[in-house]
C-alpha cells in the first residue's frame, strides 16, 4: 500500500512538473513573439535587438542627455542620436583623430566651449565625463543649428557642421546656389560630396527619426556614470 502511494505520488508530481514545464514554454514562447513583434514594428529590428541585449547602455545616458539639450534648447533625440552615431554610448571612447567622449568631442571645440563659458581649458581627460562631454558637444550643435535656423530645416546643415566643420559647409550650400536650385535641407544634403559626411548625416536624421517615433525621451533614473 505505502508503495503504491508513492507512486502515485511521484506520478502526480511528474503531472504537475510536465504542467509547469508547458507553462514555461508558452511564456517564453510569448516574450519572444512580443519582442520579435516590438522589433519588426521599430522598423529598425537591429537596433531594439541589441538595444535588449545592452539595455544600460542604451539607456543610461537618458536623464543627462535630457537635462543638458534643454539647457540649450534642442531636441534631447537628437543629441542621443549623435551620441548613437557618435559612440555608441560608450563614454570612453577615443576617435581616431582625438575625438573623445560620448559626442567625440575634438579639443578646439572644448577650448571653443571653455572661452565662451569663461572657464579654463578642459584637461583631454576630462572630456571623457559624460557631462562635461555633452556640454561641449551639446553646445557646438546648438551654435550651428542657430546659424542655419533661417533654412527650412536646420538640423542636416548643423550635423554636416558638427561632422565636417563650417566651411565645408558654406561650400556645399554655395554649390546647390550654383546649380541654380532653391537651398532647402533635401538640396543641401544632395550637394554634400564628402560621402562620409552625408552618410553621417543620413544616418542621425533617420536615427532620430527613429526616436521620435517613440515618443519623448523621458529622463529616468539612469546614472550618468
Known sequence: MAFEQSQNQ???WG???LFLLKVGLVLLLSCVTAVAYLALRSHDPVYVLRELKDWTDYRRFDSLIVKVAREYDLDPRLIKAVVWRESRFQ??????NGERGLMQVSEFAARDWAAAKGLPDPHPEQLLVPEINLQVGTWYLSKAVQRWNGEDDAVPFALAEYNAGRSRVDRWVRTAVQKGQPVTA????????FPSTARYVRTILSRYDFYKRRGPLVAGDQGSS
Not at 533635401?186 to 560630396?193: E, L
Open 10 to 12: 511521484n506520478s502526480r
Open 15 to 17: 503531472v504537475a512538473g
Open 91 to 96: 563614454a570612453d571612447m577615443i576617435g581616431r
Open 186 to 193: 533635401q538640396t543641401f544634403q544632395d550637394s554634400i560630396d
